[in-house]
Each structure stands twice: as C-alpha cells, then as structure tokens.
C-alpha cells in the first residue's frame, strides 16, 4: 500500500518553479487533504463561524429606541 499523504493530485506539484495559479492550486490540494484526513479542525471553524453570525444578528435586531430617546434631549 503506497503513502499517499505527501501525494498530490497535480503533477506541476513538485515542480520548484510554479505560476501563481498552480501554486494556488498545489496549496488547495494540501487544504482539501487534511481537512479529509482530520476533519475536527474545520467543524470547529464551522460551528464558531455560525455562532458568530448568530450573535451579530442578534446585535443586530436589538432594540435601539432607548438608546435614540436618551440622545435626543431637548
């Protein structure tokens, strides 16, 4: 059974001297490998990425009124 940890999907890879787009590439190609072998790091991300969206739209909607009578005294 080979190693196919260190292995990537594109050939240009391993090349020294890479164009920007397949350097972007060879490094989604790493990102997508340890997210598949070792998917705790971005479920973590997940789940504090949507409490944080849920606390911004709580802040949000919140109630202002109180805050808009107290700067307008006349």
């Known amino acids: 059974m080979e ?13 020294e001297v890479k164009t920007l787009k ?3 590439n060879c490094q ?6 340890s997210v598949v ?3 705790l790091g971005f479920i973590i991300f997940y ?12 802040l949000s909607t919140r109630n202002m009124k109180g805050k808009g009578k107290k700067n307008k005294r006349s």
């Open 47 to 58: 789940v504090f990425s949507v409490f944080f969206i849920a606390i911004l739209f709580q």
């Open 3 to 15: 190693n196919n940890k260190n292995k990537s999907t594109f050939e240009y890879c391993g090349n």
């Open 22 to 24: 397949e350097s972007f």
């Open 37 to 39: 072998e070792n998917p």
């Open 28 to 33: 989604q190609d790493k990102l997508h490998g």
